[in-house]
């Protein structure tokens, strides 16, 4: 079954097979290896991505489904040249751990602070409590959506970015 998905602003056309996931998808039609297969039963959030704006597990939702819509994964969140403030305060305040989880949980923060510009600590746990790290790693990975809603509002050291850019 031939699917369009425009990911990271580029449109792909695929011929897959209907049962495909859109992170298999993702990983291995697009070689977009930044979002992880993690628990594959929508537990751990290691998939999360963005679908035209709203942050899914993307182990949950069939390529076809995504047929025509946007999407958005860790690639598309900044560059190497240019990190989104997200990625620099995961950098900053040392939320990498191991780094399995952090393109989950970056993107699941980055929709929280397009919700939300200045969460709170509890905001933030609450928003990330479907998205594990297994290092044990929530509290710099807290301080990290902090730092980067700081330098959104323009408070920090980097310019304010917005959160989907």
Known sequence: MNVTVNVNGKPYTR???PRTLLV????????LTGT????DT???GACTVHID???VKSC???AVQADGM?????EGLGTPGELHPLQTGFWEKHGLQCGFCTPGMIMASAELLKHNANPSEEE??????????RCTGYHNIVKAVQHAAEIMAGGAEQGGQAADD
């Open 15 to 17: 011929d897959v097979e």
């Open 24 to 31: 298999h998808f993702l990983r291995e039609d697009l070689l």
């Open 36 to 39: 992880h297969v993690g628990c």
């Open 42 to 44: 929508s537990q751990c």
């Open 53 to 55: 704006g709203e942050a």
């Open 60 to 62: 949950t939702v069939l």
């Open 70 to 74: 946007d999407v958005k994964t860790i």
């Open 124 to 133: 933030i746990r609450y928003h990330l409590e479907g998205n594990y790290c």
